[in-house]
């Protein structure tokens, strides 16, 4: 990582959605899919997929803050889910898909608390977006990462979950490179 990368950390429900958004972001140079804020060390996707690990599905990325601001991410975070459910994004239900933004700074922070203040008259709900100091980043297993970019056409959850969020952001629908 040069000196002009940041990293941040995001949790939007499913990781595969979050992934395929962020990395259609200029600037966003790198995307992990993983998990964070649990207890157990080194947790598989079963762990989090029982609920009892504490870990929420999340994206690690790694962005040019020259090219794009944290606030410009923040605002792609809030446009790409729904931070009014707890524990919840559209069928997917458990503390592992928790809305949650990972601090990796003490300006990171600010700017979240700020950006959460800012948002929330656009929601008729509260916002129940954690907002949390980056603990342990664990990378999920690696059928995971880059998931809708390798299989937008193979598998029906890309077509009707992804797809259209991509379009309702007016991000490229086509699979990055």
């Known amino acids: 990582m040069t000196e002009v990368q940041q990293t941040t950390t995001l949790a939007t429900g499913c990781f595969w959605c979050t992934e395929a958004v962020f990395q259609r972001i200029k600037g966003v140079e790198k995307v992990v899919s993983g998990y964070i804020g649990g207890t157990v060390e080194n947790p598989t996707y079963d762990d989090i997929c029982e609920g009892t690990s ?8 790694t962005f040019d803050p020259k090219v794009v601001s944290f606030d410009k991410l923040l605002e792609v975070f809030w446009a790409s889910h729904d931070p009014t459910t707890l524990n919840r994004q559209g069928h997917d239900v458990g503390t592992q898909y928790r809305s949650g933004i990972f601090f ?74």
């Open 54 to 61: 504490g870990h929420a599905e999340a994206i690690q990325v």
């Open 104 to 177: 990796h700074s003490e300006e990171q922070k600010k700017a979240a608390e700020e950006s959460k203040s800012k948002h929330q008259p656009d929601f008729k709900d509260p916002i129940v977006t954690e907002i949390t100091k980056a603990e342990t980043f664990y990378p999920a297993e690696k059928y995971h990462q880059n998931y809708f970019n390798l299989n937008a056409d193979k598998n029906p959850y890309c077509r009707i979950v992804i797809w259209p969020k991509l379009k309702k952001l007016g991000l490229e629908m086509k699979p990055a490179e």
